[in-house]
């Protein structure tokens, strides 16, 4: 489910205050856990992993910078350490790994778009603030502008013209998105369509 509409349940509820250590990026992301982390927080472990990672306005998605999801590593691995001190050596290992891994692709993505032609795109809505100041890209409009992530028959007229005089070369869409609104852009006949899930709802691993 999208953090901008998810709703707690019972369940939920329930294993929060269960859990030894409870991770989230914080109020301007994930707003529906405010009330909840409030309350359990004087009796629970809670890690703010974009506590003085977060600084752009308008966009809470910092893990999408592979050298900012090193620091959320980082803090992930030394919260788990401190009250788990018995698998250290593993969280260590893991923690390696995955900075490994991150810096491999921050130089990955770094050689790429410093020797490909700036692309040309528009987003499905504002998640891609801290990859895109990483490396130096900039949309050419999102679709999704408005409160609540909607959006408005000025907006799509302008996304509408993007995609007729063959400007946006790629439209970024993410899971779930209208197929109505892709029907009525004509997104698919005018433009490449990149499927991009910013949760990774379906990663394994990495």
């Known amino acids: 489910a999208s953090p901008h509409h998810f709703r707690l349940k019972p369940s939920d509820i329930r294993r929060m205050w269960q859990a030894d250590l409870i991770f989230w990026v914080g109020p301007k992301f994930e707003s529906f856990l405010n009330q909840q982390i409030q ?3 004087t009796d629970k472990s809670v890690v703010s992993l974009g506590r003085g990672l977060i600084t752009l306005e308008g966009d809470a998605h910092i893990w999408l910078d592979p050298l900012l999801a090193v620091e959320i590593g980082q803090r992930i691995a030394l919260s788990l350490i401190a009250i788990d001190s018995k698998n250290s050596v593993k969280y260590e290992e893991n923690l390696e790994n995955w900075l490994k891994k991150m810096n491999l692709l921050d130089n990955q993505l ?19 603030d801290y990859f895109e100041d990483r490396y130096k890209l900039t949309h050419l409009a999102i679709i999704n502008s408005g409160a609540e992530h909607q959006t408005s028959v000025k907006n799509l ?40 899930d910013p949760l990774m709802h379906d990663a394994v691993d990495y």
């Open 157 to 196: 007229l302008v996304i509408d013209g993007l995609l007729a005089s063959g400007q946006a070369k790629c439209v970024v869409l993410e899971p779930g998105f209208p197929q109505n609104l892709v029907t009525t852009l004509n997104i698919s006949e005018r433009s490449h369509i990149f499927t991009f």
């Open 39 to 41: 309350r359990i927080f």
């Open 110 to 128: 770094t050689l790429l778009f410093a020797t490909a032609k700036s692309p040309a795109y528009i987003l499905q809505h504002r998640s891609l």
